[in-house]
């Protein structure tokens, strides 16, 4: 019976004496708040290059301009960065848009093709027909010296880089607005 009797009480007096140790109401010191944002939707601060696209993801730059055109849902893609987003429209193209957060434009390799320095609504931009082969185009936009945003076309059918050229300015010019100011 003292066996039987100790075994009901152990656990007993186990959380009696978690409760009496943990839940003291005074604690030394001096309270302080912690400080907050003044505005929770500003972009993230360059000084951190790994989320300096905080939120913002590929395929929300993508799907507006591409679902217009009947192209298929956006999927997300990781092949230059982990935050990229790649569509197709059968017999006619495949496009992507990359956020890249630790590589700039200067970064950039130009693959078969040329870069050509251009601007985009003010910021620096390179323009790489023919980066893929024939039919192929690029549209990298600076976010910042060491971040940027990439707009890709590839034609399935017979095409010129200048034909895949415009329609990745044009996912460029509309993603734009929406990325954050670099440094």
Do not use: W
């Not at 970064?107 to 323009?127: D, F, I, M």
């Amino acid at each position: 019976m003292k066996l039987h009797l100790r075994h009901r009480l152990l656990p007993a007096l186990t959380v009696a004496l978690i409760t009496a140790t943990a839940c003291s109401s005074e604690t030394p010191g001096t309270a302080t708040p912690v400080p907050t944002s003044p505005n929770p939707t500003t972009a993230p601060s360059s000084t951190d290059p790994s989320n300096i696209f905080g939120d913002l993801k590929a395929c929300d730059l993508l799907e507006p301009t591409t679902t217009a055109k009947g192209f298929e849902s956006p999927r997300v893609e990781t092949y230059e960065s982990d935050n990229g987003c790649r569509t197709a429209k059968r017999g006619y193209a495949s496009v992507s848009i990359y956020l890249v957060p630790e590589a700039g434009i200067d970064q950039l390799s130009p693959g078969q093709g040329t870069k050509v320095p251009s601007k985009l609504n003010g910021r620096e931009a390179v323009e790489i027909p023919g980066d893929a082969g024939t039919d192929a185009c690029t549209v990298a936009v600076a976010v910042g010296p060491n971040a940027r945003m990439t707009a890709s076309t590839t034609l399935e059918r017979t095409g010129t880089n200048e034909e895949a050229c415009a329609l990745s300015r044009e996912m460029a010019t509309a993603a734009e607005p929406k990325l954050p100011k670099g440094s």
